[in-house]
């Protein structure tokens, strides 16, 4: 199934997505902190798939950076984890970047497309609620 991961966060839904073997075509986020956990959490399905988890623990056990995680996988600069939020002045960019990764999957079209209701406790509202 391929799928188009919109207002990613940190990608709590993308995890269901990741166990059923789903390809994405993107994950669009804007917050670049939520951008970083999705490349890790990314690094981490692509080593899966490839039974090569040792990298990972690595990470896990600070032998290497995140940095090296994501440069080891490929996620460092992958178009798959795209941090921007999403515009009318970026859509036409967007869309490109969506085409063109989606060209990469072999695949024609996008199965299913979706998108992660705001965390109350990590969002911008939620956080200005709790005080």
Same mark, same amino acid.
């Given at each position: 199934?391929?799928?188009?991961?919109?207002?990613?966060?940190?990608?709590?839904l993308?995890?269901g997505?990741?166990?059923a073997?789903?390809?994405?075509?993107?994950?669009?986020?804007? @917050?670049?902190?939520? /951008? !970083?956990?999705?490349?890790?959490?990314t690094?981490y399905? +692509?080593?899966?798939?490839?039974?090569?988890?040792? $990298?990972?623990y690595?990470y896990?056990?600070k032998?290497?950076?995140?940095?090296?995680?994501?440069?080891?996988t490929n996620?460092? @600069?992958?178009?798959?984890?795209i /941090?921007? !939020?999403?515009?009318?002045?970026?859509? @036409?960019s967007l869309?490109?970047? $969506?085409?063109?990764?989606? +060209?990469?999957t072999?695949? +024609?079209n996008?199965d299913?497309?979706?998108?992660?209701?705001? /965390?109350q406790?990590?969002s $911008?509202i939620g956080?200005?609620?709790? +005080?």
């Amino acid at each position: 199934m391929v799928v188009l991961d919109l207002f990613s966060g940190a990608g709590g839904l993308s995890e269901g997505f990741f166990r059923a073997n789903s390809t994405f075509v993107a994950h669009i986020e804007s @917050d670049k902190y939520a /951008c !970083e956990t999705l490349k890790t959490r990314t690094s981490y399905w +692509k080593l899966k798939k490839n039974n090569n988890l040792n $990298i990972y623990y690595d990470y896990l056990l600070k032998k290497i950076t995140k940095e090296q995680l994501w440069e080891l996988t490929n996620t460092s @600069d992958s178009e798959e984890v795209i /941090c921007k !939020e999403i515009s009318e002045h970026n859509f @036409d960019s967007l869309v490109s970047k $969506i085409k063109n990764n989606l +060209k990469k999957t072999l695949s +024609k079209n996008i199965d299913v497309i979706i998108g992660g209701p705001p /965390c109350q406790a990590y969002s $911008i509202i939620g956080r200005a609620r709790m +005080k």
